[in-house]
């Protein structure tokens, strides 16, 4: 693809190729494939653990599923048995002495019976597929919820270690493949089960035959343990593409950012960017084909020698006399029953090894969120909270050298409005997540009335702690939970209401079309959509409607008029003698509001004071107020 400029200076000059996606590799601890060392043998010695874990899963959600699972399973097994069974008695009849009329007489019975058995084994299959039905959704459901739930409860500094996201895309996949689990673990029983009962019929008919068939379907198994391996082996190979690939996909697409995509060109380059790296993932696949293929031809022909090997053997039993001519014509029937039985243990019982290997993904992505969940203590914090107190804070993110916050001390107390200014990447933004708790201090302590926030329940801290971030969500919720944040503090609106008030929004929400009602997202049917102040103020809403001891606000009125940004610091202004109220701007003359100021250079604070004590200090802050005026 040739990008070219229209500027007349440069018609005509060549400009160079889209650079292609960056090569994303998903290595180190959790980047080997565990199929790697896989033998049968081992798909055989994990099956009764992959059988286990997914009746203890199919168990916690739909008990009657399961039992009426397992009792069509057996069903099926049983009628399978008595199929083969009355086949003998009916095939000793039909090749046995006397008239044609004489000989379908006697094997009558045997026939209806073999009838209502196999009709009787068919219902029960269907029965399965009900049970299977029921239980399958609310399996993938629960699983998709425990997958949100561990995201959202990990400790914050998670996202930021290796791997977390591409383990994270792993475990994605294992969700899909949970749908798949109780459909192969249920035809891997079926065909355990009626496996069992040919075997004991076929054995009954001459020992030598079960362990020829046990040969005859051993190829496969090793074949679809080996295809599995490749099939995995791409897996993994794609698991950082994928996951790049759907970020982008969900940028790329998303409504909000379609005028910044539009006016600045990108169009092209985003499809192209999409299909290079989409063409990557499925160059990969396509070069495993091949191999899957020869795996498939090898196994399937030397699974067909000893299948050809059985029947022989068959063959020279009848002709040789040493079996009698009904026994061989059942053993037809028999081996015909056994062969698929085995051959469909085989397959599923290698895709259940297979799916199962996804869901230990799935599996080590929970428990590892599990172990990152935290785990601080149960001491408490006052409702009232007075003073909080950072002791010597020192925080360095993962993979990082230098520290984002290093060394600071800083007493808050109520009634005060803190405001923390500084340039991009001075740590103001991970000082405040040190204030509320979100991130732990490596070193220091951070003292909320004395509790260390390392030894106090999140959630306590969390309850009264209001947070404006910088980036802001824009829920596609109601108007209403987008006040509220689904917590609310009454059965009325009356409160929603003061808070939008408090933000001069009550016009605006009267104009939607189901005011608090009304879905804030309108990608959707029947939603609506707010200018980015409007959302700026329904944020700065959410704080006040919350009543917390502790109000921090991260650039509150970066997209609202002169208007709004007046109306907003007078409400934090009168608000704010009964609370902790933190502000961190790069609107200096914001801070005029504020009882104090610190000004953070490289994670250390290097100025605090007022206001007009700081513009004529000569410091960061006089210049930076200078720069700002000057513009």
Same mark, same amino acid.
Request: net charge neutral; aromatic share 6%; proline share 5%.
């Given at each position: ?26 290595? +180190? ?265 020869? $795996? ?102 993962? +993979? ?35 204030? $509320? ?45 987008? $006040? ?83 109306? $907003? ?63």
């Amino acid at each position: 693809m040739q990008v070219t400029v229209t500027d007349a200076s440069t018609e005509h000059a060549k400009t160079p190729p889209p650079p292609p996606p960056a090569t994303i590799t998903f290595e +180190g601890k959790y980047g080997k494939n565990p199929l790697a060392e896989a033998s049968f043998a081992a798909m055989c010695r994990r099956l009764p653990t992959v059988l286990r874990h997914t009746a203890r899963m199919a168990w916690s959600v739909d008990r009657p599923g399961v039992v009426l699972l397992l009792i069509c399973q057996f069903l099926t097994g049983a009628t399978a048995a008595i199929v083969l069974a009355f086949t003998a008695r009916a095939m000793t009849h039909i090749l046995g002495a006397g008239t044609v009329p004489e000989r379908l007489h006697g094997a009558l019975p045997s026939l209806i019976v073999v009838t209502a058995a196999a009709g009787l084994g068919r219902v029960g299959s269907a029965v399965s597929s009900y049970a299977d039905g029921r239980i399958t959704p609310l399996l993938t459901t629960e699983a998709d919820i425990a997958l949100v739930a561990a995201v959202c409860r990990v400790e914050a500094s998670a996202f930021g270690e290796d791997g977390f996201a591409d383990r994270q895309e792993a475990a994605e996949v294992g969700v899909t493949r949970t749908r798949l689990m109780v459909q192969d673990a249920q035809r891997f029983m079926a065909a355990l089960i009626r496996m069992i009962a040919a075997s004991g019929v076929i054995t009954a008919l001459h020992p030598l035959m079960l362990p020829l068939l046990l040969l005859a379907v051993l190829p496969a198994g090793v074949g679809a343990v080996l295809s599995a391996r490749v099939d995995y082996e791409t897996h993994y190979l794609n698991v950082g593409d994928r996951n790049v690939r759907s970020m982008m996909r969900w940028w790329a697409t998303y409504s909000r950012y379609g005028d910044e995509v539009r006016a600045n060109g990108m169009t092209g380059y985003l499809v192209y960017w999409y299909r290079a790296l989409s063409d990557r993932i499925d160059r990969r696949t396509l070069t495993a084909a091949p191999r899957m293929l020869r $795996i498939v031809l090898a196994t399937s022909a030397l699974g067909g020698v000893f299948l050809l090997g059985t029947w022989a053997t068959l063959a020279w039993l009848a002709t040789t006399g040493r079996v009698a001519l009904p026994v061989a014509a059942t053993a037809v029937v028999a081996v015909q029953t056994t062969l698929g039985a085995l051959s469909q243990f085989v397959i599923h019982g290698a895709a259940m090894f297979h799916t199962s290997l996804y869901l230990a993904d799935m599996r080590s992505f929970l428990d590892m969120a599990e172990e990152r969940a935290p785990r601080r203590g149960e001491l408490t914090v006052p409702e009232h909270v007075e003073e909080i107190q950072l002791d010597e804070v020192v925080y360095r993110y993962p +993979g990082k050298d230098e520290p984002a916050v290093d060394g600071v001390s800083l007493t808050l107390r109520r009634g005060q409005i803190l405001a923390v200014v500084g340039e991009n990447g001075s740590g103001k933004s991970t000082l405040v997540k040190l204030i $509320i708790g979100v991130l732990l201090a490596d070193k220091g302590r951070v003292l909320w009335d004395g509790t260390d926030l390392a030894h106090a329940d999140p959630d306590a801290v969390w309850k009264r702690t209001a947070l404006v971030p910088q980036n802001f969500a824009c829920w596609p919720l109601r108007t209403r939970e987008n $006040i509220t944040l689904g917590q609310p503090r009454t059965h009325d609106d009356q409160p929603v209401w003061e808070a939008i008030d408090a933000v001069g929004m009550r016009e605006a929400v009267e104009k939607l079309p189901r005011q608090l009602d009304t879905l804030l997202a309108k990608e959707l049917w029947g939603g609506a959509e707010l200018s980015g102040g409007q959302w700026q103020r329904l944020a700065c809403g959410r704080a006040l409607y919350r009543q917390t001891a502790l109000v921090i606000l991260d650039e509150p009125t970066s997209q609202m008029d002169p208007r709004g940004e007046h109306g $907003i610091f007078g409400r934090i202004k009168a608000i704010a003698g009964e609370r902790i109220t933190i502000i961190v701007t790069h609107r200096l003359e914001n801070t005029k509001i504020a009882d104090h100021i610190v000004v953070m250079e490289e994670g250390r604070i290097t100025e605090h004071g007022r206001y007009e004590d700081l513009i004529h200090a000569g410091g960061t802050f006089s210049d930076l107020l200078r720069l700002s005026q000057e513009r």
